[in-house]
């Protein structure tokens, strides 16, 4: 055994689904997941059934929220180009703006440049703006960057030409910061022969040649994003399946693995304890100006050898990705401001004992 507490770890890419979707997932059993991966906080974006577009639908999810959640929840704005006036209203009560470029569930989207530049400087607040881009509008996103500079982060990255565009954006000195999901740091295009459907997300899992660049720059990356995204299995596995993996129980045990063991996956011994704490809470900490409770801990045993299986997750939708795969570091005890709420396997949270998470901006 041998046990290593880390700070609160900080999930700022989640989809908890709650309201209109809780066949899915929803805030109890989403935020539960999140404590038994070792999560303490977790930000949730707007592409709900309805999307988070008005005040009054961001009051009723933050009200439904607080009856419910185990672990610290804070929430995302959406827009598509039509509700500038809401943002003077909700500005004290998000962590950003959360705005997609492309297609993927909720088909929530700007796609029309000028509404999109209207929209990103009528968002005059200090926090982040935050974009699904892949392909061509990642481009777009960056050329408005350098006429408009104001903190921006590009979620999901997962090829080497956006790393390397933002590896030059950064030597430029413009205000991004990017994330990487475990998916695609462990997973490859080939992993979809065994998956199916069930590795199909937005972006789609990549080539070997990215995974390794990723990993290879991986000091660039500011956050590793769990980009938890539930889905029943039945409609991974229909005809018209849903985008989408969840991620929140397996994103710690997979970079402790990744730590652990050199010859685990492609990371090759790329990883540290220091690397996971600067990805997980210190970065996410700073970008989304989150103050975490010093009391706020995750105790994991880096020794523990233990296998994912789909029936011991807490996430409805039951189901991973990585079921089966062999983990050597495991979540044995989660605190929550000094209280004990997850301990090797049990949730002890009350619903409602976790807080709503403002922007420390
Ligand atoms: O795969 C994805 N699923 N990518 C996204 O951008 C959205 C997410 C979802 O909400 O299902
Ligand atoms: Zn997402």
Redo the contacts with the bound molecule.
């Keep these: 055994m041998s046990m290593l507490t880390l700070p609160g770890l900080i999930d700022p890419h989640v ?1 908890l ?1 709650d309201p209109g979707q809780t066949e899915k997932e929803d805030f109890f059993t989403g935020t539960a997941a999140a404590l038994a991966g070792g999560f303490t906080t977790v930000l949730d ?1 707007p ?1 709900n059934k309805v999307p988070v577009t008005t005040a009054e639908r961001l009051e009723e999810k933050i009200k439904s929220a607080r009856e419910k959640v185990v672990c610290d929840v804070g929430f995302y704005f959406g827009s598509m180009g039509e509700n500038l006036a809401e943002f003077a209203k909700i500005s004290s009560k998000v962590m950003g703006l959360k705005l ?1 470029l ?1 297609h ?3 088909d929530f989207l700007i796609n029309h440049k000028p509404t999109l530049l209207r929209t990103f400087v009528e968002f005059t607040d200090k926090k982040p703006i935050l974009f ?1 881009a892949e392909n061509e509008t990642f481009d777009t996103v960056l050329d408005i960057l350098r006429e408009h500079p104001r903190p921006i982060h590009l ?2 990255l997962s090829t080497s030409y956006e790393l390397k565009r933002v590896i030059e954006a950064k030597k430029k000195g413009l205000p991004v910061t990017c994330g990487v999901t475990p998916h695609h740091l462990f997973l490859t295009k080939e992993d979809e022969t065994s998956l199916g459907t069930l590795g ?4 789609p899992l990549q080539s070997l040649r990215d995974l390794d660049f990723l990993w290879k720059h991986l000091d660039v990356i500011d956050v590793i994003e769990s ?1 938890h ?3 029943l299995l039945s409609e991974k596995q229909s005809d018209t399946p ?4 969840p991620g929140l129980e397996t994103t710690l045990p997979l970079l402790l693995t990744a730590v652990n063991d050199k010859l685990f996956n492609r990371a090759q011994g790329k990883l540290t304890i220091d690397d996971i704490i600067r990805l997980c809470h210190t970065n996410p900490a700073r970008i989304f100006h989150i103050q975490v409770d010093p009391e706020t801990k995750t105790e994991v045993d880096l020794d523990e050898e233990w296998t994912v299986e789909n029936k011991n997750l807490l996430t409805k939708c039951k189901w991973s990705p990585f079921d089966g795969w062999k983990m050597r570091g495991r979540v044995k005890k989660v605190f929550l401001r000094g209280k004990k709420v997850f301990e090797d396997g049990n949730l002890l949270a009350k619903p409602g004992s976790g807080k709503i998470v403002t922007s420390q901006t």
């Excluded at 199909?200 to 972006?203: E, I, N, V």
């Excluded at 849903?242 to 993996?245: A, D, E, Y």
């Design positions: 989809h689904r974006m592409n997609y492309n993927t569930t909720g699904h979620c999901h199909m997300m937005k972006p980009d995204a539930p889905h849903f985008f989408g993996v």
